[in-house]
Each structure stands twice: as structure tokens, then as C-alpha cells.
Nanobody
Framework: VQLQASGGGLVQAGGSLRLSCAAS????????MAWFRQAPGKEREFVAW?????NYADSVKGRFTASRDNAKNTGYLQMNSLKPEDTALYYC???????????????WGQGTLVTVSS
């Protein structure tokens, strides 16, 4: 599976962005899609996954929504009420099982930068 993340940018605190992750190469619907992020100077952390179920990190619960359109081979991360601490490089990933750990995913996109100004 090849993954291409897009949609990052600069937004003011309280604003919204929608990230997209376009998949190609294999049957997208067979995979769990996850989002991770890495802030400057920090380790990469789990944000959300979407498949038959969705799950979110506590830090984004109620503000972010992960979804997918299998017909378009695309996953999405709708981010609302953004905070400066959401500033990070956001990665999409695909794997066969539900996991909040990086090792649970076999395929990774290149990352898209989200910057939230205060």
C-alpha cells in the first residue's frame, strides 16, 4: 500500500483543517487506517484509527474525527478546535490490526505539517 498524506497548513487556534490520506496498491478496505503525529523535539504519538471502529487519543477526543471512504481509497482526519499543542507533522498509516502503537502498522505516508498559531 502506498499512502499520500495532504491537507496540512497554517491555521489559527480554534480553527479547523481536514487531512486526507490517499491509498493505492492494495484493497484499501482491508486495512485499518491510523493517524500519528510528531511534534518538534517529541516522539511520534498515536492520534486516531478508523476501520470498523474508531478510536482516539485522549488529547484529541471530541475535537478530531477520523473517517474513510473506501470507494475513493481515502482516509480523512477532520481536526476542529485546533490548539497550538496540535502543531506537528501528521502521518497516516495502514495495517492489519487495531493498534495505537507504530509497530502495528506496515505502511506509512510521508507526513503533512500542521502548524497552529496562538
Amino acid at each position: 500500500v502506498q499512502l499520500q498524506a495532504s491537507g496540512g497548513g497554517l491555521v489559527q487556534a480554534g480553527g479547523s483543517l481536514r487531512l486526507s490520506c490517499a491509498a493505492s496498491g492494495r484493497t484499501f478496505g482491508n486495512y485499518v487506517m491510523a493517524w500519528f503525529r510528531q511534534a518538534p523535539g517529541k516522539e511520534r504519538e498515536f492520534v486516531a484509527w478508523s476501520g470498523d471502529t474508531t478510536n482516539y487519543a485522549d488529547s484529541v477526543k471530541g475535537r478530531f474525527t477520523a473517517s474513510r471512504d473506501n470507494a475513493k481509497n481515502t482516509g480523512y482526519l477532520q481536526m476542529n478546535s485546533l490548539k497550538p499543542e496540535d502543531t506537528a507533522l501528521y502521518y497516516c498509516a495502514a495495517g492489519r490490526s487495531y493498534s495505537s502503537r507504530e509497530l502495528g502498522y506496515d505502511y506509512w505516508g510521508q507526513g503533512t505539517l500542521v502548524t497552529v498559531s496562538s
